[in-house]
């Protein structure tokens, strides 16, 4: 099966991925939150008060990409930078009641979004699928340069 045909699992998992994004996007825009938002909802929700590093070691994010993701949600009300108490070189980050509301708006879309998304599957299609999702993000993860095909070389110009 060519791989750019619309019949090909890669077009379809790319269509099912964009769609996907983009309708959670939509959704959560409404809410002035931003796709990569939620889980830092839900990981305060689950423990307020953790430091920027703890967060970002939980959310496996970049320092800098957690320090970005803050500052636009400070800016937004949604979270709240505090010192330590006990070492002011520590930040704490703590939901705001604007927060603790997005996150429990935003658990609601997700409940939604999984209706929408697998509400005409069986319990036994749900299963399989996750099955097969957590096999490519496996596939994905593990070092699967033996598993792939070398790419074609591309011959040069000078040739």
């Not at 953790?50 to 939980?58: N, P």
């Not at 999702?133 to 593990?142: A, D, F, G, R, S």
Request: proline share 4%; glycine share 4%; net charge neutral.
């Amino acid at each position: 099966m060519d791989i750019y045909t619309s019949d090909s699992l890669h077009y379809v998992f790319s269509k099912v991925m964009r769609t996907h994004w983009h309708k959670m996007h939509q959704l959560l825009q409404d809410q002035e939150v931003y796709p990569g938002q939620p889980p830092l909802l839900f990981a305060l929700k689950r423990k307020d008060g953790q430091s920027q590093k703890e967060l970002a070691e939980q959310l496996h994010i970049q320092p800098a990409t957690i320090t970005v993701m803050l500052n636009r949600m400070v800016k937004t009300g949604l979270v709240e930078r505090r010192q330590d108490d006990k070492d002011q070189r520590v930040s704490r980050v703590y939901l705001t009641e604007k927060g603790r509301l997005a996150q429990t708006e935003v658990k609601e879309t997700f409940r939604a979004m999984d209706a929408q998304c697998f509400g005409n599957f069986s319990e036994e299609d749900k299963v399989l699928l996750r099955r097969l999702m957590l096999q490519v993000h496996e596939n994905l993860t593990n070092d699967s340069s033996a598993h792939c095909p070398e790419k074609p070389s591309i011959p040069s110009s000078d040739s």
